[in-house]
């Protein structure tokens, strides 16, 4: 098993920047991609980034320029830089990461840029 643990959320203007930062623990060894999803009120659950293990990546258009994911494959943590935050940026932020068999979750955390 894997567990997904996320912190860097929080309140933030418009223009802003966040470091969202999401460590893995447990049976690691066997991630894949890991990377982050966001779910805005009343809105599905859409990808924002992700990185597969070899380093490549993937960006909602919406982001693309602005955010930036990277992770450290050693210490099983993936990190998302938000810059030039906007509004419609806001929403709870996941961790992801691909098992051997089934995607692993974090809880979220909660990203609100005011305007």
Excluded: H
Aim: glycine share 14%.
């Amino acid at each position: 098993q894997v567990q997904l643990v996320e912190s860097g959320g929080g309140l933030v203007q418009s223009g802003g920047s966040l470091r969202l930062s999401c460590v893995a623990s447990g049976r690691i060894d066997g991630i894949g991609a890991m990377g982050w999803f966001r779910q805005a009120p009343g809105k599905q659950r859409e990808l924002v980034a992700s990185m597969s293990a070899g380093g490549s990546t993937l960006y909602a258009d919406s982001v693309k320029g602005r955010f930036t994911i990277s992770r450290d494959n050693a210490k099983g943590t993936v990190y998302l830089e938000m810059n030039n935050l906007a509004p419609e940026d806001t929403a709870v932020y996941y961790c992801n990461a691909d098992g051997p068999r089934d995607p692993y979750w974090g809880r979220g955390t909660q990203v609100t840029v005011s305007s």
